[in-house]
């Protein structure tokens, strides 16, 4: 019984992450599919080859979506895009959701965007207990009449094992600690829920006052 529980576990270790990938995948590849639906009916892929061939719809939207960005690349594409941007900032409700929603894809999806900074070790969500959290910056604009940014820093602190989910709070510098990790490593220790340890390197600063060292740039 107990060499049967062994290989049992064995087993479920080996095939439960290629099951859950594979779905994954699937779930990718037949969702990006539906994207067929918006040719023609005579020009769908099914129709012309007489079989369906999974993942068409994934060069499909691959290729709309470069074309798109090479059009907006160039004088007459930016323009459209300026005009179209001008457009839904008029429409009342559209224009809240539509501005906050290009903010957070310009930070992520920019080139030089940089939406997490620096992995920290925060004091969440009570002193004793503590949590990896992201450096998004500092606080601005009329926040910083309250909050000094000399003080205080901005962070995200994602849920496990979904880091999409999470909260943006604001703490003091003295009460966090910077990791020696990149941000993929903390994302991976979160998602496993610490599993998955990265290689233990120490820390860069310790905490100890608004100067602790933990650079916002």
């Given at each position: 019984?107990?060499?049967?529980?062994?290989?049992?576990?064995?087993?479920?270790?080996?095939?439960?992450?290629?099951?859950?990938?594979?779905?994954?995948?699937?779930?990718?590849?037949?969702?990006?599919?539906?994207?067929?639906?918006?040719?023609?009916?005579?020009?769908?892929?099914?129709?012309?080859?007489?079989?369906?061939?999974?993942?068409?719809?994934v060069l499909f939207a691959l290729a709309v979506?470069?074309?798109?960005?090479?059009?907006?690349?160039?004088?007459?594409?930016?323009?459209?895009?300026?005009?179209?941007?001008?457009?839904?900032?008029?429409?009342?409700?559209?224009?809240?959701?539509?501005?906050?929603?290009?903010?957070?894809?310009?930070?992520?999806?920019?080139?030089?965007?940089?939406?997490?900074?620096?992995?920290?070790?925060?004091?969440?969500?009570?002193?004793?207990?503590?949590?990896?959290?992201?450096?998004?910056?500092?606080?601005?604009?009329?926040?910083?009449?309250?909050?000094?940014?000399?003080?205080?820093?901005?962070?995200?602190?994602?849920?496990?094992?979904?880091?999409?989910?999470?909260?943006?709070?604001?703490?003091?510098?003295?009460?966090?600690?910077?990791?020696?990790?990149?941000?993929?490593?903390?994302?991976?220790?979160?998602?496993?829920?610490?599993?998955?340890?990265?290689?233990?390197?120490?820390?860069?600063?310790?905490?100890?006052?608004?100067?602790?060292?933990?650079?916002?740039?």
């Open positions: 019984m107990h060499s049967l529980r062994k290989w049992l576990l064995s087993g479920l270790l080996v095939l439960v992450p290629l099951i859950v990938t594979l779905w994954v995948l699937d779930w990718v590849v037949s969702t990006l599919d539906q994207t067929l639906q918006v040719l023609p009916f005579d020009w769908h892929p099914d129709r012309l080859l007489g079989m369906h061939i999974p993942g068409l719809g979506v470069i074309s798109i960005g090479a059009m907006a690349s160039n004088i007459i594409g930016h323009r459209l895009v300026n005009w179209w941007h001008a457009l839904l900032h008029r429409i009342p409700v559209v224009r809240s959701i539509y501005s906050g929603v290009k903010q957070v894809s310009d930070t992520v999806f920019s080139e030089k965007g940089n939406a997490f900074r620096k992995a920290l070790l925060v004091s969440w969500p009570q002193d004793g207990m503590w949590t990896i959290a992201f450096l998004t910056g500092t606080p601005g604009g009329d926040l910083a009449k309250h909050l000094s940014p000399k003080d205080y820093l901005s962070v995200y602190v994602p849920t496990t094992p979904n880091p999409t989910g999470g909260y943006f709070v604001m703490v003091r510098r003295d009460s966090c600690i910077e990791l020696d990790m990149s941000v993929d490593e903390a994302l991976t220790y979160i998602v496993s829920m610490g599993v998955i340890v990265p290689g233990a390197r120490g820390l860069k600063v310790k905490a100890g006052g608004p100067d602790a060292g933990i650079s916002t740039t």
